[in-house]
């Protein structure tokens, strides 16, 4: 069971890594080709276009409730609690989190890319009410 409850945790790790990659890749070339100066983003200012800029968004976004998603994980394989209905819950969230994501790249647009957040917030909701009654229910 153990082994199934990771799958999800994987899947979106990779979704961080890929954004991460793809922020990079893009953002290089565009310091290579000139088309960003370094002066423009040295102190963090906005100086890249929209298309690399939604890319960073969205990868900051992985490092911000998803890490409620890791810690649910963690703490319900030490506690004993994954069943078969966690992991469900679970793959809702990082399709959700997809969802968002390429909501996010994409068309950005903010009601579709706001129900996907909000989406994935109440199946994180469930994961952490699940690991509660689970354990202490």
Do not use: D
Not at 56 to 72: C, D, G, K, S
Not at 90 to 111: D, I, Q
Not at 114 to 120: G, P
């Amino acid at each position: 069971m153990l082994q199934a409850a990771l799958v999800p945790v994987f899947v979106q790790v990779a979704l961080t890594f890929a954004l991460l990659g793809w922020m990079g890749a893009w953002r290089v070339w565009l310091l290579q080709t000139r088309q960003v100066k370094f002066a423009a983003i040295a102190l963090g200012q906005p100086g890249y276009p929209e298309g690399p800029t939604k890319i960073a968004r969205a990868f900051q976004n992985q490092l911000e409730t998803p890490i409620l998603f890791y810690a649910v994980v963690a703490l319900a394989a030490v506690a004993g609690a994954i069943s078969r209905g966690f992991i469900t819950v679970e793959w809702l969230f990082v399709a959700f989190r997809l969802a968002h994501a390429g909501v996010h790249v994409t068309s950005n647009y903010v009601p579709l890319r706001f129900s996907m957040f909000c989406l994935a917030t109440a199946a994180l909701l469930v994961l952490w009410v699940m690991l509660g009654v689970a354990t202490l229910g």
